[in-house]
Structures are given as C-alpha cells and as structure tokens.
C-alpha cells in the first residue's frame, strides 16, 4: 500500500496590494482588519488532475482553495496562471492561516468572508473527473509583514481501484459510501459526514474504475450498480488518510435478467420486464429468457412440434404449460381442457408460468437470477396498455425492430426525447416504425421494452408469425375449462382483454 502525494506549497504573502475591490493601499498598511493579497506559488504542475495509477495530484486553472483563520472563514484563492492568488480579510495574528482544497468538487453553499458557519461539499459524481479533499495550515501563525510561509496540504481521502468482473463503459456506481464532508473553520479540518450516498465511479478504461473515498471504516455491506447488470462486491477496505489502494476491489457482474425500467401494472404497483420471452427446452426440461427482446423461434424445428427429447428451445405455450401440476410446455394437445392446472383455475384463479421459476423443487429459469417471476393478469396487461400515465402521454406504438415487427411499450418515465414514432397509442395503424440495431441499442437503454410477433402454435402447426402477436396472461376467462384471456396485436389493432382457446400456443414475456 503506497500513499497519495502530498503536495507542498510556498505561500507568498504580499500585504497593502488590494483593499477591498479598488485596488488602492490600505489606510494602515499591514494592519489586523483589513484585506490581505495572498500568492501561493505550488511545487508541482500547473492542473488538478488526480492520476490513478501514481496517485498524483496536480492543479487545474480555477481550481479554488479556500482559507479560515481564528475560526472563521477569510477567503478563498484561484488558480491563474500557475499560481493560487486571491484576498483573504481580517486575518488575526493568534491563528495560522488554514487552507482547504476541494478540487473537482463544489461546495453546497459558499460562505461569506467571515462567517464562521462550515460548509459541505459532495464526492458523488466522479464519472468525468476524480475529486480530492486536501487541508493545511501555515508553518506558523500569521504575521503582520510581507512574510514566506511554508504548507503542506495532506490528503484527508483515499484513492481505491475498483475491478469490473467485464470490461464495461457503462457507468459503476458503488453505494454505501460517505459522500460528503464538511469543511470545519473551527476545529479546523476537512470531517466526512455520517451520511451514506453513491459514488459514481472514474473510469481510468472499461476494466479499471477508481473513486477517492472519504475517510470511514470497512464498508462490508456495499452495493453496486451497473446498467445491464446484477453486480455485487464483499467489501470495501477501511479509507485512511492519503490512502493509495491499488489492489483493486472486485465486483462480480452477471447480466440482468431484466429491463431497467418501470412500468405501471396499477395504480402504486410498478414492473420490470424479462430481457426477452421465455424459452423452453425438451431435453433439459430448462427455461431461460431469449437472449434479444426481438427474438422469435417462429417456424423453425422443434417449435411446431415440441417434444420432451428435442434440444431446441421453443417459445410457444398452450396456456398453463409451466411445468406446474406436471404440466409441460411440449404438448401439443388440441383439447383445450388437457390445459391449465385443474378444478382451481377453471373456477377462475390465475395460472402463471412464474409459478415454476418459484418452486423449490424445482430449477430456477436459467438467466432469471433470484427474482420472482410471474406473469401478468388480465387487468394488469390493461393497465399497461390502455390505463397508465406515463411522461410523455404515450404507452406504446408499432414497431419493426431488426426486421421483426411487434409492439413497443414505453417505460412510465419515457419522454419522446430517444426517439420519434408516428403512432404513438394507435391500436388501428397499420405502420410499423422500423427501428435498426444502432437506434434499438438506445431505446433498450431508455427501458423500452418489445414483444415482437412470434405468431401461434396449434397442434403442430405454427402460423401468423410477422402477422399476429399473442402474449398469455395468467388469467383464465369466465370460469370456463376452455378458455383464458391474452394480449392480441397485429397491424388492425391492439387489444389487451382478448379470450382464447387454451390449446393454442402462445408468447410469454415475464415480469417481476
């Protein structure tokens, strides 16, 4: 473990150049009371740029160090030019001069010139550019007189590597850390507050991500947050002052099951959508999501005759077919009550293929994670279709994604600003806005989420795929042992209430 280098400071303090703003000698030149021109001239360089792999701290232009003197604040000066210059007031000769670097950091509030009120500044965001906290005081107490005076600011942060399990450009964040600090003119010093917040991490490369700490104990209990991913790390070591941690923390990364967005289903209830619809393989007896949401199996082999010996995955289910009650996605009865799963859902209660992810004897859906799946209700697929508010107004439209055509959902927070489409909640348009890889990428980011037509399957037959849409709901329709209700679509119409034979074998998108 090596230490972050310190910066030494020459502090060259020339009285009687300013008063005030007007440039004139003060009425008694050198005196307690009044204004004081300070130029510090800095050891090394000429930024504030802190460099991961030295820990090297060098100045910026505008970069600010603030001073406090006899428990107050007195000033602040700005880096011009390669050197620190600025006014302070009233310094009092019982006290050393104090200075307070937060560069790549705002403070909350500024205080006014002596004003003994503290200040906080925040270390969330470092995504563009690691901050650093430094304090210091004058070798010794300040003196009436021109006078040299000697600093040496020590870190009160420390700089610790983080290590993505997979190279990533998406931002990291790492929650459960201090985030801010307090700037103390009394005390003095730079004291982290109990507050825990995240941090946004700098990315030195998509497979080396740093953060400057404040000062706190081991953080065994940290979480983190990267878009497309479930992510975890064990620890974070205890930050010390001047801390250089290369070692390098670990995170683990699996990709979400899942899009990152919310989606109302009632009023005060929110969803998020599977990565894609859910697929099923004989041989395995093995669920899993398709790996793109505009995936669909469609006519190939296996699909229009599914069978329990076949190592193709199908994505067509007659209704209840989850693996619940001994229920199988390969059948291909034409009968519609050999579906569902008996007296309970022909009186009307809901069936859900999530139903199997959440057995205990039975295996999870392979890329699923932990997460309880189920499926929509009737009401539910309603809700998100026709009844919920979203930021825009919009909550779907048609689209043709890669060459598959299907219907866009829009996330509750969607607001037109990715991308434009010209039947925005037009059930009757018969225009599928195509969207390429390129534009699809940022609208998945933005949480829009797709379910592209697959077509059915009847029997061993498939037919309607690129025309027709049918996803399932849980929900059986009115009692009857025939019939369930589903989500319809094609170029005519959107209707999410629709009732169907049970025997026909359609799409499942999952939500948890």
Same mark, same amino acid.
């Given at each position: 473990m090596k230490k972050l280098s310190t910066i030494i400071i020459t502090i060259v303090l020339l009285l009687g150049l300013a008063q005030c703003n007007k440039q004139e000698m003060p009425a008694t030149p050198n005196a307690e009371g009044k204004w004081v021109h300070i130029t510090m001239k800095v050891a090394d360089g000429a930024k504030h740029i802190v460099y991961p792999n030295s820990g090297a701290v060098l100045y910026n232009e505008g970069d600010v160090i603030y001073v406090g003197n006899g428990g107050h604040y007195v000033g602040s000066l700005t880096y011009t030019n390669g050197v620190f210059?600025?006014?302070?007031?009233?310094?009092?000769?019982?006290?050393?001069?104090?200075?307070?670097?937060?560069?790549?950091?705002?403070?909350?509030?500024?205080?006014?010139?002596?004003?003994?009120?503290?200040? &906080? *500044?925040? +270390? !969330?965001?470092?995504? %563009?550019?690691?901050?650093?906290?430094?304090?210091?005081?004058?070798?010794?107490? @300040? #003196?009436?007189?021109?006078?040299?005076?000697?600093?040496?600011?020590?870190?009160?942060?420390?700089?610790?590597?983080?290590?993505?399990?997979?190279?990533?450009?998406?931002?990291?964040?790492?929650?459960?850390?201090?985030?801010?600090?307090?700037?103390?003119?009394?005390?003095?010093?730079?004291?982290?507050?109990?507050?825990?917040?995240?941090?946004?991490?700098?990315?030195?490369?998509?497979?080396?991500?740093?953060?400057?700490?404040?000062?706190?104990?081991?953080?065994?209990?940290? &979480? *983190?947050? +990267? !878009?497309?991913?479930? %992510?975890?790390?064990?620890?974070?070591?205890?930050?010390?002052?001047?801390?250089? @941690? #290369?070692?390098?923390?670990?995170?683990?990364?699996?990709?979400?099951?899942?899009?990152?967005?919310?989606?109302?289903?009632?009023?005060?209830?929110?969803?998020?959508?599977?990565?894609?619809?859910?697929?099923?393989?004989?041989?395995?007896?093995?669920?899993?999501?398709?790996?793109?949401?505009?995936?669909?199996?469609?006519?190939?082999?296996?699909?229009?005759?599914?069978?329990?010996?076949?190592?193709?995955?199908?994505?067509?289910f007659g209704w209840g077919t989850s693996g619940y009650d001994s229920k199988y996605p390969y059948m291909t009865s034409t009968t519609n009550s050999n579906y569902g799963g008996g007296a309970n859902d022909i009186a009307g209660t809901n069936y859900d293929w999530g139903v199997y992810n959440r057995q205990s004897n039975q295996d999870k859906i392979l890329d699923g994670g932990d997460h309880a799946w189920r499926t929509l209700t009737r009401n539910e697929w309603v809700y998100v279709v026709n009844e919920r508010s979203t930021t825009s107004g919009h909550r779907y439209a048609k689209a043709q994604v890669c060459g598959i055509k299907g219907l866009m959902l829009f996330p509750d927070n969607w607001s037109d600003d990715t991308y434009t489409f010209t039947n925005y909640n037009a059930g009757d348009s018969k225009f599928f806005t195509p969207i390429d890889a390129s534009d699809w990428v940022a609208l998945e980011s933005a949480g829009c989420v797709f379910l592209p037509i697959a077509g059915r399957r009847s029997g061993t037959s498939v037919d309607n795929v690129g025309s027709i849409g049918y996803y399932w709901s849980s929900?059986?329709?009115?009692?009857?042992?025939?019939?369930?209700?589903?989500?319809?679509?094609?170029?005519?119409?959107?209707?999410?209430?629709?009732?169907?034979?049970?025997?026909?074998?359609?799409?499942?998108?999952?939500?948890?």
């Open positions: 210059s600025g006014d302070i007031q009233s310094p009092v000769t019982t006290d050393y001069l104090h200075f307070y670097f937060v560069g790549g950091c705002e403070p909350s509030t500024t205080p006014s010139e002596g004003n003994t009120t503290d200040f &906080t *500044v925040s +270390i !969330a965001d470092q995504s %563009s550019k690691l901050p650093v906290l430094s304090y210091g005081h004058s070798t010794h107490k @300040y #003196t009436d007189g021109t006078a040299t005076y000697s600093c040496m600011l020590e870190n009160k942060c420390g700089l610790v590597k983080f290590v993505p399990a997979t190279a990533t450009d998406e931002t990291v964040t790492v929650g459960g850390m201090k985030t801010t600090a307090t700037i103390d003119f009394a005390t003095p010093n730079i004291t982290p507050t109990a507050t825990t917040g995240n941090v946004a991490l700098y990315a030195e490369s998509n497979a080396a991500k740093w953060a400057i700490l404040l000062v706190q104990d081991e953080v065994s209990t940290p &979480t *983190v947050t +990267i !878009a497309g991913y479930e %992510s975890s790390i064990t620890s974070v070591p205890a930050v010390s002052e001047n801390m250089y @941690y #290369t070692t390098g923390v670990s995170i683990t990364m699996t990709e979400a099951p899942y899009i990152d967005a919310e989606f109302s289903v009632a009023s005060g209830t929110t969803v998020k959508f599977s990565k894609g619809n859910l697929q099923y393989q004989g041989s395995t007896d093995k669920f899993r999501f398709a790996e793109n949401q505009y995936d669909v199996v469609g006519n190939a082999a296996g699909n229009t005759a599914p069978s329990a010996s076949q190592s193709v995955w199908i994505d067509l929900t059986c329709s009115g009692g009857s042992a025939d019939y369930a209700l589903r989500v319809g679509f094609d170029k005519d119409y959107v209707n999410p209430n629709r009732s169907d034979d049970r025997k026909y074998g359609y799409s499942v998108r999952l939500v948890f």
